[in-house]
């Protein structure tokens, strides 16, 4: 037996985090000590503690630790585990590399005129992202900060994103970059303007050209430019609810045929909810499961299973903007969002917020 000084020495956690981690159910003592309260450990116990002692140190989330502790014998499930985390770190480090830079112009105003990104892409890979995302675009004039697209450059080319709160959708195109990553918030008219620049000139030329600054964005087709002043909010904090969804593996990964969905959707007898919200009556569907695992439209008192209601209209909308053939819904209980996303692109899907039952 060991006990909790020799454990914490060796395994690298202090005897403070030892306590923790028993307190957690983490990693909890082989003996405690009835009298004294003293907690002793087996050599079987050094392994695990300087796992969890390498995981502490990078960050990873308790309940992480935990699964993988739970899970240590079976590495391809904790590689996946470790594979998200590094995702979320990255991810991380490049939301924070670009609230810096939008500190910096709020610290010194000159840096905004500086800070100008040009982005060489595909027409036609710029005008699927923006038909992607144009859907969830949301038309509340109390919350003007999402009436708009936001345009992020990353260094690999733009991500589109736009909520209205209830759904949220996200599509990126690869290009070429030239500059720091910067954001702007593009207004719906610009957004529209835009996507109608796209389709003019078919087959002058395949690409299109931005010039992307904090407060201003042009960009330009076949030589004609269309500009636009960025709307001076700043946009939800949407990766909180991007990261919740995308790194750790939903409940069900469910492949549908996008014409099949649609067809349950809209056939004649579908179950169907009303709902009302802000006034309005809002038509719910539940989707649950079939005995093979596949996605059916139910009834909202069936009893059994994994079950989840949305909005129907936003759920079509979701479907039409993945595009024909198959996509993915992820599934993870009736209170948790419901992703749709696209098979062969991770980077573009669609969140759409349950409906409580």
Do not use: C, K
Not at 156 to 162: E, F, S, T
Not at 238 to 261: C, E, F, K, S
Not at 317 to 345: F, T
Not at 346 to 353: E, N, Q, R, T, Y
């Amino acid at each position: 037996m060991r006990s909790i000084g020799e454990l914490a020495r060796a395994s690298g956690l202090t005897v403070s985090a030892l306590r923790f981690y028993d307190r957690s159910g983490v990693l909890v003592p082989a003996l405690v000590d009835p009298v004294t309260g003293y907690r002793w450990y087996t050599d079987d116990q050094v392994a695990p503690a300087r796992l969890v002692a390498g995981l502490r140190r990078v960050g990873m989330p308790l309940a992480g630790i935990a699964e993988a502790l739970r899970h240590r014998h079976r590495p391809a499930l904790v590689h996946r585990l470790l594979d998200a985390h590094l995702r979320r770190l990255e991810d991380g480090l490049a939301d924070a590399r670009r609230e810096l830079s939008r500190i910096r112009t709020l610290i010194d105003p000159e840096e905004n005129l500086m800070t100008t990104t040009r982005v060489a892409l595909s027409r036609a890979d710029l005008a699927a992202a923006v038909d992607a995302v144009r859907f969830a675009v949301g038309a509340d004039p109390e919350l003007p900060v999402l009436s708009g697209v936001l345009l992020e450059v990353e260094p690999d080319g733009v991500r589109l994103v736009a909520t209205d709160r209830h759904r949220l959708a996200v599509a990126r195109a690869g290009g070429t970059v030239d500059g720091p990553p910067v954001r702007a918030l593009l207004p719906v008219d610009a957004v529209d303007a835009l996507r109608a620049l796209l389709d003019t000139g078919a087959g002058s030329t395949p690409e299109a050209y931005l010039l992307v600054a904090p407060d201003r964005v042009e960009v330009s087709v076949a030589g004609r430019p269309v500009t636009a002043a960025a709307l001076p909010y700043d946009f939800p904090d949407y990766r909180r609810l991007l990261h919740g969804q995308v790194g750790d593996p939903p409940t069900h990964r469910i492949p549908v045929d996008v014409a099949a969905l649609r067809r349950a959707l809209t056939a004649e007898g579908v179950p169907v909810l009303l709902r009302e919200y802000a006034g309005v009556d809002h038509e719910v569907v539940v989707l649950g499961l079939d005995d093979r695992d596949g996605l059916r439209v139910v009834g909202p008192d069936t009893p059994d299973g994994l079950r989840v209601a949305v909005n129907r209209e936003y759920l079509l909308d979701a479907l039409d903007a993945g595009g024909r053939g198959q996509l993915v819904l992820e599934l993870d209980g009736p209170i948790a969002p419901l992703a749709v996303r696209r098979p062969d692109d991770g980077d573009a899907f669609s969140i759409l917020m349950p409906v409580r039952l």
